[in-house]
């Protein structure tokens, strides 16, 4: 018995997750977790169970789909103003800043009540097989999420291929590598390396921006958590979930940057 | 460690002459930095390039893969000789891009900053080009990666990052990834200039075995006693010309021009 609890303290001394300090904290976490399952109200949460699933879903994929077109037109954004001829910097440039210097809730709109009430008026558009998608929501707000995550990145991009060191890439041509397999093979990876810590922050921004969608009527959760309001005027609580949503798929974004960035270590200075 | 005596043998006028260069000119704008060098290697010899700082010797050096592109003159590697053209803004540069790529994989660079790809371990640094330029398969590559970190020393550092090893352990790295393209000529930039003093013995011990067994290097250095141990032919650079050369005892021993002996006595 006496060994027992000998070890037992010795494990609670050990482990980072026993000390007084975090037990405490962890006491009050369940509290506060047991005071709102049972004070609050959550009888409407079977209702709407079904609609909540689908809005996480279009959030997750049109997170997912504009930050990897995203990235994909970012890569020849930064390429052209870190190292392309005067006439691809400078509109690869202007692009990245006025999609920067405007607010994204105006590109969406623009592009939403602009074009998707300009398309209309064209016959051609009307009857061409696009436009059973033109005429609704989320292509805009894919596009308009897609150009902003493109200019943001473009420009942390610029910032990484300039930051490769001169040398590494001439050891490439020094043996007479192509250049476009020193840019696949050591400028690219390396680039893209130097940028993962500011792209997971990026890819956070760009979760945070999706509820703008809301406003052109696609459903994501924040839009259901709208709903739920105004149909049974319980305001805190879908909020309060929202919020959990939020910072559970915040927190999975910056795990599986982490993992990435653990795939090649770094020695700080 | 008396080398010069093992890489003697430089069978002089009978080995085929791998590097030729002739009437060498570059400038920088303004800058006249090699005004009208010549210089060659045959098969087994190892030059020295030696001279001041601004002396243009490591200009000369890249000007042989263009990594610097000449300003005029005539390169001839395996006696192909490189071919320049006027681009539109009146600079030269190599005529055929194909051409220099495939000179470039014959020539093993090796340089002052190591310039190893921080992002790939010591082991993928030495089969990338094997695989990415030159097409060997990559368990063939890899095999003989693995036999060329044997020879430098660094077999347990396979898979080792640059950024944890150290200079001196870097350049061996470099020096094997330079080897794994099986050059027909190392062109050394001063590879020990940025190494702490305890770590260059290490590096010119490699070098100095691949002189003994016999390899074609150009070798730009500020170590004169090794350069007088390892060359077979020495070059003195001063203002972008070729102020004296001839065989490494020659040169240091009784150096005939007022120039090498101050070089001499303030360097050596």
């Given at each position: 018995m006496n060994v027992r609890t000998a070890s037992l303290a010795e494990f609670a001394a050990r482990s980072p997750w026993l000390q007084p300090h975090r037990i405490l904290l962890m006491a009050v976490g369940v509290a506060l977790v047991a005071a709102a399952a049972i004070f609050m109200r959550w009888d409407w949460l079977p209702n709407?169970?079904?609609?909540?699933?689908q809005g996480i879903w279009r959030t997750v994929w049109i997170l997912v789909v504009t930050c990897v077109l995203g990235i994909m037109l970012a890569v020849p954004l930064g390429l052209a103003q870190a190292a392309g001829p005067w006439?691809?910097?400078?509109?690869a440039n202007a692009f990245c800043t006025v999609i920067r210097g405007t607010p994204l809730l105006l590109q969406l709109w623009l592009l939403y009540y602009g074009l998707g009430s300009l398309f209309p008026q064209f016959p051609w558009i009307r009857q061409s097989d696009l436009w059973p998608y033109l005429r609704q929501a989320w292509p805009y707000a894919v596009l308009s999420l897609t150009l902003s995550f493109a200019a943001y990145e473009g420009e942390v991009m610029r910032g990484a291929f300039a930051g490769v060191p001169k040398g590494q890439l001439e050891a490439a041509r020094a043996y007479g590598m192509r250049p476009f397999t020193i840019f696949r093979r050591i400028w690219l990876p390396q680039a893209l390396h130097r940028a993962l810590p500011t792209l997971a922050g990026e890819t956070v921004l760009q979760l945070k921006a999706t509820p703008l969608v809301a406003t052109i009527t696609v459903i994501d959760i924040y839009a259901v958590a709208s709903r739920v309001r105004q149909d049974t005027f319980i305001v805190y609580e879908p909020l309060l979930l929202l919020a959990l949503i939020y910072l559970v798929i915040s927190g999975i974004i910056i795990l599986l940057f982490r993992k990435m960035e653990a795939r090649i270590p770094v020695r700080l200075g | 460690m008396n080398v010069a005596s093992a890489a003697s043998p430089s069978a002089g006028q009978t080995a085929a002459e791998a590097i030729h260069v002739e009437n060498l000119h570059k400038k920088f704008g303004e800058l006249h930095v090699l005004k009208g060098v010549s210089l060659s290697a045959r098969d087994g010899d190892v030059v020295a390039i030696i001279g001041g700082s601004g002396s243009g010797k490591s200009t000369l050096l890249r000007c042989i893969n263009c990594l610097e592109n000449p300003t005029s003159g005539i390169i001839r590697v395996n006696a192909e000789e490189i071919r320049l053209k006027a681009d539109s803004h009146g600079n030269t540069v190599p005529a055929d891009r194909r051409q220099i790529e495939r000179i470039r994989s014959k020539l093993g660079m090796v340089f002052q900053n190591f310039n190893l790809w921080s992002?790939?371990?010591?082991i993928e640094n030495v089969i990338e080009v094997p695989i990415h330029v030159l097409g060997v398969p990559r368990a063939e590559a890899i095999t003989t990666a693995e036999a060329l970190l044997a020879r430098v020393g660094l077999a347990e550092k396979r898979d080792v990052y640059p950024a944890f090893m150290s200079g001196g352990q870097q350049q061996r790295g470099a020096i094997a990834r330079a080897l794994a393209i099986q050059p027909r000529v190392m062109l050394f930039d001063e590879p020990t200039s940025a190494l702490d003093p305890e770590l260059v013995g290490e590096v010119l011990k490699v070098i100095a075995d691949l002189a003994r067994e016999g390899r074609t290097m150009i070798l730009v250095t500020h170590e004169m006693k090794f350069a007088r141990e390892v060359a077979t032919h020495v070059v003195f650079l001063r203002n972008g010309i070729v102020e004296e050369e001839g065989p490494p005892?020659?040169?240091?021993?009784?150096?005939?021009?007022?120039?090498?002996?101050?070089?001499?006595?303030?360097?050596?």
């Open positions: 709407y169970y079904g609609l909540a699933l006439w691809l910097a400078m509109p | 992002h790939m371990t010591l005892d020659q040169l240091f021993g009784a150096p005939k021009t007022e120039a090498l002996k101050q070089f001499i006595r303030t360097v050596g």
